[in-house]
């Protein structure tokens, strides 16, 4: 069973950065892709980017888009977000999560929940006004 754990988050001024990162244990996966999901108070998680291990192939969504960066390291099984430029409205609960198969990168599935089989619990951004 595959574990998920998320670092970085913390309190940050608008217009400052952070760097999240997301490290896998328990298992490895010889192919499979990784993203980043955020929930703010009162509403839906949402996708925030993801990133295709066996090429480095990413997506992001509109919202962060020039902003945001996600990378990997496969070496020690961890992703990150760095996140640049922050907003108030950035304010979230960050989620990693792992689809193990890659069925996510069929086309319109990337924002889908349901195709990341691990997820982690979830670490705080708050973005200051």
């Known amino acids: 069973q595959a574990q998920l754990v998320e670092s970085g988050g913390g309190l940050v001024q608008a217009g400052g950065s952070l760097r999240l990162a997301c490290v896998v244990s328990?298992?490895?996966?010889?192919?499979?892709?990784m993203a980043w999901f955020r929930q703010a108070p009162g509403k839906e998680r949402e996708f925030v980017a993801a990133?295709?291990?066996?090429?480095?192939?990413?997506n992001y969504a509109d919202s962060v888009k020039g902003r945001f960066t996600i990378s990997r390291d496969n070496t020690n099984n961890a992703m990150y977000l760095q996140m640049n430029s922050l907003k108030p409205e950035d304010t979230a609960v960050y989620f990693c999560?792992?689809?193990?198969?890659?069925?996510?990168?069929?086309?319109?599935?990337?924002?889908?929940?349901?195709?990341?089989?691990?997820w982690g619990q979830g670490t705080q951004v708050t973005v200051s006004s």
């Open positions: 328990g298992r490895t996966f010889s192919t499979y892709s």
């Open positions: 990133i295709r291990w066996r090429d480095g192939k990413t």
């Open positions: 999560a792992v689809d193990p198969i890659g069925r996510s990168w069929y086309p319109g599935r990337l924002n889908l929940e349901y195709e990341y089989d691990y």
